[in-house]
């Protein structure tokens, strides 16, 4: 089993400019996320999604957008990209919601994006 | 919202133990408690998690008082390898699953 898959790793962008960032898992999970972590500090939630069909924003939303096509697959959408989204991105899924076991993130091994 | 504060860092040696609490004041009745340890240029991987007492695994045991407003992760004769960023994760069900992490605790191993 592969996991939770992030792609591109790496991306360079111009100011300005789109793109979308992949995320799919392989575990059946019912709820994923995408956080973001800027260098030396803490992860912080952009959106979630807490099954199929459903997204909330999280902590950071302002500047993204999320689509979670299907039960695996969940993409993070910058419309148009800033400086201050220079970071690296990470992917999550967690098994369920609402009970033991939920807060349980297996997670990518991230997206590192720069903004020119 | 279950928010969390952990120290922000840590020094150790080699062999000595290591015990990081991380306060949650406003726990609610069914968060659980998980840990996670991140290495540079990694995604955090999970270690550990309890609801209320000890829970014991092959690489740490985490320890809960009766309130459960804080917990403390032990990491037992300490190893370079285990130089790392640590993360306390209180789940808050009432948000939806909406899991917001702190700041972390970095801890440094030395020989």
């Known amino acids: 089993n592969a996991g939770v898959t992030q792609t591109p790793k790496f991306q360079v962008l111009k100011t300005g400019q789109s793109m979308t960032l992949q995320c799919a898992q392989d575990?059946?999970?019912?709820?994923m996320y995408w956080y973001r972590q800027d260098p030396g500090m803490g992860l912080r939630l952009i959106y979630y999604?807490?099954?199929?069909?459903?997204?909330d924003k999280g902590e950071v939303p302002n500047g993204y957008n999320v689509s979670r096509l299907n039960k695996r697959e969940f993409s993070l959408r910058l419309e148009s990209a800033a400086p201050s989204q220079t970071s690296v991105y990470f992917c999550a899924s967690s098994p369920e919601g609402g009970a033991s076991g939920a807060n349980v993130l297996t997670f990518g091994a991230g997206s590192r994006l720069t903004v020119l | 919202l279950a928010k969390t504060t952990q120290p922000i860092s840590m020094d150790s040696y080699e062999g000595q133990e290591v015990n990081i609490t991380c306060s949650h004041n406003n726990i609610a009745t069914n968060d659980y408690i998980t840990w996670y340890q991140q290495f540079p240029s990694q995604g955090p991987r999970f270690i550990i998690q309890g609801y209320k007492t000890k829970v014991t695994n092959e690489v740490a045991s985490l320890f809960i008082p009766a309130d459960r407003k804080s917990s403390t992760l032990s990491l037992p004769r300490v190893s370079l390898s285990d130089t790392a960023v640590y993360y306390c994760l209180v789940g808050d069900y009432a948000a939806g699953n909406k899991l917001t992490f702190g700041g972390g605790t970095r801890v440094l191993v030395k020989p």
């Open positions: 999604s807490a099954s199929e069909g459903t997204t």
């Open positions: 575990m059946n999970h019912n709820s």
